[in-house]
């Protein structure tokens, strides 16, 4: 049944920034197609919600506490995971931080570092990670990079988060080509989302507007919908796909 291939039943799921927004939407929908799920954030108090969805449709959630530019943590937690769940079969790696909103002429190095840090080389660290244990037990995984629409076009006045999101395209083709067929690495990049990340623009009549018209589908997604690419990346629906960037966008990119 073609439904089958979705499923993600039996699969060990870990979610980064899986607090809220996105994250939190995907890590649900690991466990609605059967998977047991680590959402992972700074605060664990913070993975509260996460966890309280999961478990209320009936799956498993660990919630781990974590900052993704700790590579002690980050061994920590795939080790809690595996002695938890068992082997980790899929990494999403959302974590993202995006403070600066601007002309870069007036953007400080520190601000430019920390976004770089967190949104390229806390993914890449974990993505190391999840790799080395995936080829240790000779097995089979898929990696989801969430990357952003600004990963495949500018957006303007945001050159740091544009930056980091175009690395994590590069990063999701290099390691999609070194590490086949054994591990699966795409990249998910969605538009406008309707989160608290979005939550000033949206409430902004006017800049609102402004971005709408660059939506041909004049609106905001909702975070299921991404998450729901997010599993078809994960599952073996996407089996012969790997360093795909599937861009949910609204038709954003496609001007």
């Known amino acids: 049944m073609v439904l089958d291939a979705f499923s993600l039943e039996g699969s060990v799921a870990v979610v980064t920034g899986g607090s809220r927004g996105i994250g939190e ?12 799920v680590v959402p992972v954030a700074r605060s664990e108090d913070a993975l509260t919600a996460t966890v309280d969805r999961i478990e209320a449709i009936g799956g498993d959630a660990l919630a ?15 080790d809690e995971a595996e002695s938890t769940f068992g082997g980790v079969d899929v990494l999403v790696n959302n974590a993202g931080v995006n403070p600066y909103f601007g002309d870069a002429r007036n953007l400080d190095i520190e601000t430019w570092e920390q976004i770089l840090s967190v949104n390229v080389t806390g993914s890449f660290k974990c993505a190391r990670e999840f790799g080395r244990r995936v080829f240790d037990r000779d097995g089979d995984g898929a990696i989801v ?9 500018a957006l303007p006045y945001q050159t740091p988060y544009t930056a980091s999101k175009h690395a994590m395209v590069g990063m999701t083709r290099c390691l999609a080509v070194e590490w086949a067929p054994d591990v699966r690495v795409n990249a998910l990049a ?9 939550k000033g623009v949206r409430e902004n009549e006017s800049i609102r507007q402004d971005i709408l018209q660059t939506i041909p589908q004049d609106r905001f997604a909702e975070p299921e919908e991404i998450a729901h690419a997010a599993v078809y990346l994960a599952s073996d629906a996407a089996r012969y796909a ?5 861009v949910v966008d609204g038709g954003i990119s496609a001007q």
């Open 242 to 246: 790997t360093g795909e960037v599937h």
């Open 190 to 198: 969605p538009g406008y989302v309707a989160t608290e990340f979005t």
């Open 25 to 36: 939407a995907i890590a649900v929908a690991m466990a609605e197609a059967g998977a047991d």
């Open 145 to 153: 990079n969430v990357a952003s629409v600004g990963g495949v076009v």
């Open 64 to 78: 781990y506490p974590l900052d993704v530019t700790d590579v002690g943590g980050i061994e920590e937690m795939f």
